[in-house]
């Protein structure tokens, strides 16, 4: 599957950012576009958008500020507490602020929104004074956190009980502000940054490699990522040497030898690490980081993730391969998912060659993450995990996963916190470019700035709904320069690209390929991509004859009103239907002597739904129904145990 050698090409970082990164990336052979050169025009994503923006814009941010304050001996203003994950008493209370911070500076850099940007800089600035008092409060120099330092102490002496994690907490923190730093280009934030990345130097630094090995064994998210990444940001060595010390050895060894181990540890725990060990090769060019993280995507795609892309049953991993027995309520939570679109894109820039990376992106952005969201909710709360159980729904997971959809106040949990980034984030990922090529991942409408081409780019479309999207170009001046558009492998030989109305000559359109368009480009040149979709199974690793059933790119769900399943319907394959004549993903299908309504999963929201029929392995184009052998029957598998839940922990 990999190109054979991999060309380790050093160039500058992207020239465009708020600041210019210092240091050289090995391996990088295509940039993603700083955010403030694409953004969002109206769609389901933009619309995804615009509701975490509007919660951003609103939260109380003293009252995010309350924990850092009490916990640094400044006064809290008055400001009430928060619940859930940042209630005073939440062993890792702060943990989500830096996600906060990361998506503000989401807001400014694409929206060029000064609310947000000023909320970024004022917590920023409160940020700094709580850091400033560590004196008063007790603490060494560069500490920031709502929990006491001594955590870290217990965390050493292995005699933590609370359950805390605070490595995890530190990470987010230092996210958010190198976001801030990036891309709001706040000199405080880069000031607060790197007195808490050297609190971690000095505090990692006493710590023998066993010591350090041991203390891995509690999550602490990705500490290697954010170290290699202000590594790269400064050019000062030391970060990187703190980095290295956070590379788990017991999950990494394995992975580098392409071992799948992960049966039975805590998905989100790893996949953090993994980008660290992305980030890592990029700033070493030590080809065993590269390993780690392709082989973990690898086996995490292949063998740990259902037909929506989210992967882990009760947040963890299971045996490979096994999908049919954890269809259950507490499915695919959402950090693993956003952590593994984020590893996705580093190993895209990597090896821009294939499509398997951004066929993987879209499969997983579409299907779990945009509906993850609560689409009639103006603030864009989502829920925890997102059930796979027959007869499960959205926002009603089982209580130690929220149980209900995220709240402005009382929830703040892990998957809350990343969602904000995501949602706030859905324009970096449609373009990258390297040189003179720009890569087309995504059909999203946006529009692209591609200032060192003189050259912007709107994407119009009604995908996943519409086959279709066109890219208009608009240049300044005639220049010559290669789209390369990806070609979904789910796509059929059908699929077409012309410029202007045209074929272009020699244009290869393969499903599973780039097509490549290289010309000199006009003012107002046009690029029609037509993707058609098929109807398709995605089948249970375990057991072919039980599938998900997807419509191009997207999964399908079977509405079932507020009925619960006892067990996986079986359905008529040959008896599906496009209903609507086309103009919408609606489709009907008999199931049991009944029928049933399928829509988009990512829109299965306020009724019990059913996403993996009982079925035969067979693909079938749904355009053509009777050209199908009609499925032999097939008894409705009985999931009364795999459905129940598991004890709520
Ligand atoms: C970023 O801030 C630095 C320091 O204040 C300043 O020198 C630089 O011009 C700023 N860059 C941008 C792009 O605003
Ligand atoms: C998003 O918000 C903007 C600004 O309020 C508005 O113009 C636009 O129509 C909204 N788009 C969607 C899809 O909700
Ligand atoms: C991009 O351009 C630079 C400078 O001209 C060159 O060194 C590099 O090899 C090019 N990258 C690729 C992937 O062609
Ligand atoms: C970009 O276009 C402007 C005109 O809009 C022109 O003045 C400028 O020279 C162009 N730059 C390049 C690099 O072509
Ligand atoms: C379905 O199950 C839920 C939870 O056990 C229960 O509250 C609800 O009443 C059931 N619905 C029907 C229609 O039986």
Known sequence: MWSTTLAVVAILASPIAGHAASSVETGTQAYAFDMSQVYLTNSRWKANEN???????????????????????????????????????????????????????????????????????????ELAKCQANNKAAGFA?????????????????????????????????MSGLLDVWRHINDT?????????????????????????????????????????????????????????????????????????????????????????????????????????????????VDAHSYAIGGNSQAEHFRAPNAILGYLMRDTAEGCNTYNMLKLTRELFSLDPGTTDYFDFYERALINHLLGQQNAADSHGHITYFTSLNPGGRKGVGPAWGGGTWSTDYNS??????????????LMDSIYFYENKTLYVNLFTPSVLKWAEQNVTITQATTFPVGDTTTLTVDAATKGEWTMRIRIPSWTSSAAEVKVNGESVTGLVTKPGTYASVARSWSQGDVVTVKLPMLLRVVPANDKPDVAALAYGPVVLAGNYGSSNLTSIPALTLGSLRRASGGSALEFTASSGGKTVNLGPFFEAYNYNYNVYWARPHRALPITKPKSVAKPPPIRALSTAKRVSQTADT
């Not at 990361?102 to 800089?121: G, I, K, M, V």
């Not at 050493?156 to 990470?171: D, F, K």
């Not at 890592?280 to 030590?286: L, P, S």
């Open 51 to 125: 509701r975490t923006v509007t919660y951003l814009k609103n939260v109380d941010v003293d009252r995010l500020l309350y924990n850092f304050r009490a916990n640094h001996k400044l006064s809290t203003k008055g400001a009430a507490k928060n619940g859930g994950w940042d209630a005073p008493d939440f062993p890792f209370r702060t943990h989500v602020q830096g996600h906060y911070l990361n998506a503000w500076a989401y807001c400014y850099a694409s929206l060029r929104d000064t609310t947000c940007r000023d909320r970024a800089t004022y917590f920023v600035g």
């Open 141 to 173: 120099e560069g500490y920031l956190s709502g929990f006491p330092e001594s955590e870290f102490t217990a965390l050493e002496g292995r005699t933590l009980s609370n359950g805390n994690v605070p490595y995890y907490a530190i990470h987010k923190t």
């Open 188 to 300: 405080t934030a880069r000031d607060v940054l790197l007195s808490l990345a050297g609190w971690v130097d000095v505090r990692t630094s006493k710590l023998s490699y066993n010591q350090m090995q041991t203390m891995l064994g509690t999550e602490f998210g990705g500490m290697n990522d954010v170290l290699a990444d202000i590594y790269l940001e400064t050019g000062d060595a030391k970060w990187l040497t703190a980095a290295k010390r956070f590379d788990h050895a017991s999950i990494f060894d394995p992975l580098a030898s392409n071992r799948d181990a992960l049966s039975g540890l805590h998905a989100n725990t790893q996949v953090p690490k993994w980008i660290g060990a992305a980030r890592e090769y990029k700033a070493t060019g030590t080809t065993r980081y590269r390993d780690v993280a392709r082989n973990a995507w690898r086996i995490t």
């Open 412 to 425: 703040f949990w892990c998957c809350q916190g990343t969602a904000l980034e995501t949602n706030t984030k």
